[in-house]
């Protein structure tokens, strides 16, 4: 059974970072792409970062683009979003999301707030 479990959210001040972890289990973790969603209240899901099975091939959103790195480690079967220089508008739970089974874990708040 697939699952997914994210981790390291919290409230921060805007500039600030965090690194938001992903744990993956019942597939073969480094046989396929996965991503990182976002969603704040009263909005659709956003698309945040996509990262290719062995690590390359990394995509993002615009509004992200030179602040957020996405990473994961295959031998721990970890996803990571390392999230820098955050701002108001990143406030949102953040999912992980495996593209192949289509499943998504339970979500981590970031709030970033003054």
């Known amino acids: 059974q697939v699952s997914l479990v994210e981790s390291g959210g919290g409230l921060v001040q805007p500039g600030g970072s965090l690194r938001l972890s992903c744990a993956a289990s019942?597939?073969?973790?480094?046989?396929?792409?996965m991503r990182w969603y976002r969603q704040a209240p009263g909005k659709e899901r956003e698309l945040v970062a996509t990262?290719?099975?062995?690590?390359?091939?990394?995509i993002y959103a615009n509004s992200v683009k030179g602040r957020f790195t996405i990473s994961r480690d295959n031998d721990k079967n970890m996803l990571y979003l390392q999230m820098m220089n955050l701002k108001f508008e990143d406030t949102a739970v953040y999912y992980c999301y495996t593209i192949r089974f289509a499943s998504w874990g339970q979500g981590t708040q970031v709030t970033v707030s003054s």
């Open positions: 019942g597939f073969t973790f480094s046989n396929y792409a």
């Open positions: 990262i290719g099975n062995d690590g390359g091939n990394t």
